[in-house]
């Protein structure tokens, strides 16, 4: 049998068994109720009860070390069950940081591009306005000037030669 850690469970139990077989074909013997043979039986029982215990306290102590075991277990696995949510919240926290600049960004673009539209609106509302006032001073003044007459040179200067 493979031995199992330092304490060698299974090699214990194997001799428990050998030695309980060797004590009931030793009980079988053909002599019964020699006063010579009680005590080596009841040395026997003694031995056998002593590795008995042993061996079930080598039991209690390998289970007490595998419910050990499983409890270090479960905390690792809960924190790294921790760990692994932590840091999927972090990535999901990070990606919805990164789409709420995107859409700021976006909304911010739109807003100038608005605020340019609004602007050239207001410009061409304003050159529209302008448009009639312009050319009803142009009117003006064209009719002001057809009023006056121009001046020519309607009299002839007179130049002597001495």
């Known amino acids: 049998m493979p031995a199992r850690g330092a304490r060698g469970l299974p090699r214990a139990t194997a ?20 006063s010579s043979s009680s005590p080596a039986r009841a040395a026997e029982t003694i031995e056998r009860n002593e590795r008995n215990e042993e061996a079930a306290a080598l039991q209690k102590e390998e289970a ?30 990070h990606a919805a940081a990164v789409k709420a600049k995107k859409r700021e960004a976006e ?19 304003k050159q529209a ?4 006032q312009e050319e009803s001073a142009r009117q003006r003044e064209a009719a002001s000037n057809r009023r006056q007459p121009t001046k020519t040179a309607a009299t002839p ?3 002597t030669i001495p």
Do not use: D
């Open 129 to 132: 306005a302008r448009k009639p």
């Open 64 to 93: 007490a070390e595998t419910a050990k075991n499983r409890e270090l277990l479960s905390q690792i696995e809960a924190k790294t069950s921790e760990e692994a949510a932590e840091a999927k919240a972090k990535a999901t926290e």
């Open 15 to 34: 001799c428990i068994v050998a030695a309980a077989g060797v004590g009931l074909l030793a009980g079988c013997g053909g002599t019964s109720g020699t």
């Open 157 to 159: 200067t007179t130049v």
């Open 107 to 125: 909304a911010k673009k739109k807003q100038r591009a608005l605020e340019e539209q609004l602007k050239k609106e207001q410009q061409a509302h």
